[in-house]
């Protein structure tokens, strides 16, 4: 049974490349993807993760105001009740010069994995199946299956 991600990008970011690429990937490598699209608002990220029962939320932004989209996030999938992983990445702070000082900024916001606009996608699908703790046989047999 394929794993659910809800996958978006945050505010009022209208890039959608990226998006694009992050949700044929995770598509080929087995995993549900309903994809918010761009200028997502946090409450349709909530209201998506609960519908869908997904295991995880995959945040996007590129224009470089990600803290101030993200900020609150984590409260409103708390107050819904929802249990999920949440990954942030692409260009997330404007004149982003030290990511390990952003990527701080967001592990304390509550992501628990936080990427540069430069990261493979396959690298976060890796990631992903490790934090779901997808054995190999069944990441292989979501590949099968997906």
């Known amino acids: 049974m394929p794993r659910t991600v809800i996958l978006g990008v945050i ?15 995770l598509s080929a ?16 990220f909530v209201s998506a993760a609960k ?3 997904a295991e995880a939320v995959l945040v996007s932004s590129l224009y470089g105001h ?7 996030l984590h409260d409103e999938l ?3 009740g929802l249990d ?3 990954y942030v990445g692409g260009n997330l702070a404007v004149g982003q010069s030290d990511f390990e000082e952003t990527q701080a900024t967001f592990r ?13 996608p396959e690298e976060a699908i890796e990631m992903l199946r490790e934090d779901l703790q997808l054995t190999t046989t ?4 979501i590949r099968v299956d997906g």
Do not use: W
Not at 29 to 44: H, K, P, R, W
Not at 66 to 72: I, K, L, N, S, T
Not at 108 to 120: C, H, L, P, S, Y
């Open 11 to 25: 505010g009022s970011d209208a890039h959608v490349v990226g998006i694009t690429i992050l949700e044929q990937a």
């Open 29 to 44: 490598a087995g995993f549900e993807v309903i994809n918010l699209g761009v200028q997502t608002a946090q409450d349709e």
């Open 51 to 53: 519908s869908h029962d």
């Open 66 to 72: 990600a803290r101030q989209d993200c900020e609150g």
């Open 78 to 80: 708390d107050d819904a």
């Open 84 to 86: 999920v992983l949440t």
């Open 108 to 120: 304390q916001m509550g992501f628990d994995r936080v990427f540069d606009a430069e990261t493979d």
């Open 138 to 141: 069944e990441a292989e047999q």
